[in-house]
T-cell receptor
Framework: GAVVSQHPSWVICKSGTSVKIECRSL??????MFWYRQFPKQSLMLMAT?????????EQGVEKDKFLINHASLTLSTLTVTSAHPEDSSFYIC?????????????FGPGTRLTVL | QKEVEQDPGPLSVPEGAIVSLNCTYS??????FMWYRQYSRKGPELLMY????GNKEDGRFTAQVDKSSKYISLFIRDSQPSDSATYLC?????????????FGQGTILTVHP
């Protein structure tokens, strides 16, 4: 149980294009999903918190117009990197919390490796 | 000062050794403490989850939290080559920071046969 998937697992794009990453909770409902970014040999940095049916909350320093987050259903959140540039190349990981559960466990997806040329 | 400090290692041990991984944190508001294991190019996998001070054991893994010294530890007994991974500690304050995790830098562990 508590499986989170991400699609695609890796993507290469040209500078200036937009890329959409999907995060799905496969066997549970997730009212809250989180998006992290991880640079090589560094830890995960929280980018934003995504709540179903409402606007995402972004961490300080994260451009909300560049990283568009949509959480339209209890099992799907999407992250769109708009006008991507080489410095956006990173490992993007989502996580999800099980709805109606009072603890703070998060279940992580396998990550999406983005390379911007 | 980072909110969570973790020695990045790398740490290399022989198979069967006891491994000790540690983190310190600065904010006394943190109440939830977790350890994740991350294999290369994969998402983190939850290993241990504890609330407040004390010990928690699960198989070969033991997590310890000492809130008085703001120190958390993960012990791995009888380490195996399959334990080779990056281990991340994470903390959460609960309340209004519901669900937001702050991670340590991660410790790279290699267990050699």
């Amino acid at each position: 149980g508590a499986v989170v998937s991400q699609h695609p697992s890796w993507v290469i794009c040209k500078s200036g294009t937009s890329v959409k990453i999907e995060c799905r909770s496969l066997d549970f409902q997730a009212t809250t999903m989180f998006w992290y970014r991880q640079f090589p040999k560094q830890s995960l940095m929280l980018m934003a918190t995504s709540n179903e049916g409402s606007k995402a909350t972004y961490e300080q320093g994260v451009e909300k117009d560049k990283f568009l987050i949509n959480h339209a259903s209890l099992t799907l959140s999407t992250l769109t990197v708009t006008s991507a540039h080489p410095e956006d190349s990173s490992f993007y990981i989502c996580s999800a919390r099980i709805a109606m559960r009072g603890d703070h466990e998060q279940f992580f997806g396998p990550g999406t490796r983005l390379t911007v040329l | 000062q980072k909110e969570v400090e973790q020695d990045p290692g790398p740490l290399s041990v022989p198979e069967g050794a006891i491994v000790s991984l540690n983190c310190t944190y600065s904010n006394s508001a943190f109440q939830y403490f977790m350890w994740y294991r991350q294999y290369s190019r994969k998402g983190p996998e939850l290993l241990m989850y504890t609330y407040s001070s004390g010990n928690k054991e699960d198989g070969r893994f033991t997590a310890q939290v000492d809130k008085s010294s703001k120190y958390i530890s993960l012990f791995i007994r009888d380490s195996q080559p399959s334990d080779s991974a990056t281990y991340l500690c994470a903390v959460n304050a609960g309340g209004t920071s519901y669900g937001k995790l702050t991670f340590g830098q991660g410790t790279i562990l290699t267990v050699h046969p």
